[in-house]
């Protein structure tokens, strides 16, 4: 989103609340992220994280929705002049919703495949990209919170290279046939796939910051280079 817009945004004490609104979708995310990889890592029982879990997500949810409402009614009473920025909170709203949703499906890997990871070929670069993809929660809510676009193209440099390294995994966990259990194959590929649409969603909330509202989410684009 193109930082003019951002700061108009912020001026309007009936929008700028949802900043924060959206902050907290963000640092929700990122508790059920670890809890997820606790309870996938053995570190935590699943049972005694699920019933948190699941309300931290509903939570998110119900901040989705009451942002939704907000949006509406805020457009209903002739602020027309914020559509752009309007457009850019339910966009990155749905963005924080879905990461609430792939951290329930790593929790459930956790919780459903009971076996070791055993594969160290397939194990230990998983948990570097589960690493490295964490601390881009942070990173995330400060560039959306602040505007500042420099932290936003850091971010999709960095989501993007965990993306490819997902794809890389998965195409070879597709090829390794019967070298490893079928159960504990399925449960790496999902996870890379996890991991990478957690990236990608981090990455989408970015684009925000130095996109303009038709090239949210796309990021073949030459991104600007000023803040």
Not at 36 to 61: F, K, Q
Not at 86 to 107: H, P, Q, S, T, W
Not at 121 to 144: G, N, S, T, Y
Not at 170 to 199: G, M, N, W
Request: net charge neutral; hydrophobic share 45%.
């Amino acid at each position: 989103m193109l930082k003019e817009i951002w700061q108009a945004l912020r001026g309007k004490d009936s929008l700028s609340g949802m900043i924060g609104d959206v902050a907290r979708m963000l640092e929700t995310g990122e508790w059920m992220f670890e809890r997820a990889s606790d309870a996938l890592m053995r570190s935590a029982d699943w049972t005694a994280t699920a019933d948190e879990l699941y309300a931290r997500d509903r939570e998110v949810n119900e901040i989705e929705q009451r942002i939704r409402e907000r949006i509406v009614t805020h457009l209903s009473v002739g602020h027309t002049m914020d559509i752009s920025p309007c457009l850019v909170l339910m966009n990155v709203v749905k963005d924080a919703e879905r990461i609430g949703d792939y951290c329930k499906n790593i929790f459930e890997i956790g919780k459903f495949y009971r076996r070791e990871f055993a594969t160290p070929e397939f194990a230990v670069p998983l948990e570097e990209v589960r690493r490295d993809v964490l601390p881009l929660f942070a990173e995330a809510r400060k560039a959306f919170v602040e505007a500042k676009a420099s932290r936003a193209r850091d971010i999709l440099e960095s989501a993007s290279k965990l993306r490819g390294r997902c794809d890389v995994l998965i195409r070879q966990l597709l090829s390794v046939h019967d070298r490893i259990a079928p159960d504990e194959a399925v449960a790496y590929v999902l996870l890379a796939r996890f991991y990478k649409r957690v990236a990608a969603h981090l990455a989408n909330i970015a684009t925000s910051v130095v996109s303009p509202v038709p090239l949210l989410d796309y990021r073949g684009k030459k991104l600007p280079s000023t803040d």
